[in-house]
């Protein structure tokens, strides 16, 4: 976003400061509907399908994404800021280094 409102970096400072999962959610819970909730949850499951290589119609299977959900999202990683990019290498990253991930199986 080029032209970020003052509104929006006050929110980012806001989530910057959760310390834990908890929180986190917490705060999700308060500030979003649940339907809000679910849909960002799904975008984020979508990028992260797109990323590890899932076709249109496997994520609309897997998800229940509309193909334009998909496109969207696919759009922002191809052309976006970056943001989906960060948080996926980060997760992996935090994946590999922990060995009792629910990802990483012994």
Excluded: H, W
């Excluded at 970096?9 to 909730?37: G, H, M, Y």
């Excluded at 984020?44 to 290589?53: D, I, M, R, S, Y």
């Amino acid at each position: 976003m080029k032209n970020r409102s003052e509104s929006v970096v006050k929110l980012s400072e806001a989530i910057l400061l959760l310390e834990n999962q908890e929180e986190c959610l917490k705060f999700f819970e308060d500030l979003c509907t649940i339907k809000e909730l679910k849909s960002i949850a799904q975008r984020f499951e979508v990028a992260q399908l797109l990323t590890n290589g899932k076709k249109f119609n496997e994520i609309v299977q897997q998800t229940g994404a509309s193909t334009a959900t998909i496109a969207r999202v696919n759009r922002s990683l191809m052309f976006g800021a970056g943001g989906y990019d960060i948080i996926l290498k980060r997760l992996d990253k935090s994946r590999e280094d922990d060995p009792d991930s629910d990802e990483n199986p012994r």
